[in-house]
């Protein structure tokens, strides 16, 4: 089946630590997105990518970054310089084209220990 | 600019009964405008689509849109509410201008669904 995987589930995070979240697709989609999820805040853009070795910054993109070195994958990074890293981190991709509808993987929760 | 309000947080219901849910936008362009839903701990699902075809959209689940441009709204609908629809919904809009080939979605704040027996 296509769709995105995104690996791991749950990822924990010590002080001063880089972390690094996978995606990887299989539905030949041109365009790469990351959103963080915080409860009541509906979902934010990190970073986005069109094609393949390009990337452009989101809302949120401090303290985050990626690669786009596949057109299957797209990784993101949590540095020690994002401060409040804690949250639920999902991927998406889609053709491209403006008003194509995003397909999402089932996220990646990332906690402070 | 393009903005998204779902105008309810939470949305109680009983098994069996209507559920609405309601969604207003803005946007400086014709948007194209989706409900996704999800489950606890799990990624977003798309429920349905409107790209500027029939304003009345069916999509998966037995769930319903309306497009009213009149009134800016997208609410989301179904007959008859199953225990499996309780979840979080998220309305959302795509304000594309045909320039770039990216069109930057806005999501909504979500609405919480809560199915009773």
């Known amino acids: 089946d296509g769709g995105i995987t995104q690996s791991p589930k749950y990822l924990f995070r010590k002080e001063g630590q880089n972390v690094t979240l996978s995606c990887e697709q299989n539905?030949?989609?041109?365009?790469m997105y990351w959103y963080r999820q915080d409860p009541g805040q509906g979902l934010r853009l990190i970073y986005y990518?069109?094609?393949?070795?390009?990337?452009q910054k989101g809302d949120i993109a401090e303290g985050y970054s990626v690669s786009r070195e596949k057109k299957e994958s797209f990784p993101l990074t949590v540095t020690s310089a994002q401060k409040n890293p804690t949250a639920f981190y999902l991927c998406?991709?889609?053709?491209?084209?403006?008003?194509?509808?995003?397909?999402f993987g089932d996220g990646t929760r990332l906690s402070i220990l | 600019a393009q903005s998204v309000t779902q105008l309810d947080s939470h949305v109680s219901v009983s098994e069996g009964t209507p559920v609405l849910l309601r969604c207003n936008y803005s946007?400086?362009?014709?948007?194209?405008l989706f409900w996704y839903v999800q489950h606890p701990n799990k990624g977003l699902q798309l429920l349905l689509k409107?790209?500027?075809?029939?304003?009345l959209v069916k999509g998966i689940n037995g769930f319903e849109a309306e497009f009213k441009k009149s009134e800016t709204s997208f609410h989301l609908t179904k007959p008859s509410a199953h225990m499996s629809d309780a979840a979080e919904y998220f309305c959302?809009?795509?304000?594309?201008?045909?320039?770039?080939?990216?069109?930057?979605?806005?999501f909504g704040q979500g609405t919480i669904l809560t199915v009773h027996p």
């Open positions: 998406a991709s889609s053709d491209r084209g403006g008003n194509q509808p995003q397909h």
């Open positions: 539905l030949n989609h041109d365009a």
């Open positions: 990518s069109q094609i393949v070795n390009d990337f």
């Open positions: 946007s400086s362009y014709s948007p194209s």
């Open positions: 409107y790209t500027s075809a029939a304003t």
């Open positions: 959302v809009v795509n304000s594309y201008d045909g320039g770039t080939s990216y069109g930057k979605l806005t």
